[in-house]
Nanobody
Framework: QVQLVESGGGSVQAGRSLRLSCAAS????????LGWFRQAAGKQREWVSL???????RYADSVKGRFTISQDNAKNTLTLQMNSLKPEDSAMYYC???????????????????WGQGTQVTVSS
């Protein structure tokens, strides 16, 4: 399985921005759906943004218009640009992957089965 390592988390005030990065190793990400999930204290993990191998992008309603997912296959990296951060964005953010083989498609959130260790994002009001 592909190995994933997140970076870029931190503590910021509301309204500021952060950029998360996910470095993939072991396999090329060309055949993987990649996505960002988050889990706040005491809450269930939720998906934030998903990118299919067909280039499709999905955003949770709570982050739409504020977050942007992007992927650099040459560098084997995934990023999440987070703007206009809110206190409710505070959570541990995880990068995740789902292998699609040679089929170019979107992946459902249930298909993601490779996970990074997470990076903490804390937004203060």
């Amino acid at each position: 399985q592909v190995q994933l390592v997140e970076s870029g988390g931190g503590s910021v005030q509301a309204g500021r921005s952060l950029r998360l990065s996910c470095a993939a190793s072991g396999y090329s990400i060309d055949n993987y759906c990649l996505g960002w999930f988050r889990q706040a204290a005491g809450k269930q993990r939720e998906w934030v943004s998903l990118r299919g191998t067909d280039g499709s992008r999905r955003y949770a309603d709570s982050v739409k218009g504020r977050f942007t997912i992007s992927q650099d296959n040459a560098k084997n990296t995934l990023t999440l640009q987070m703007n206009s951060l809110k206190p409710e964005d505070s959570a541990m953010y995880y990068c995740a992957a789902a292998h699609t083989g040679r089929v170019f498609r979107a992946c459902s959130e249930d298909e993601y089965n490779s996970w990074g260790q997470g990076t903490q994002v804390t937004v203060s009001s």
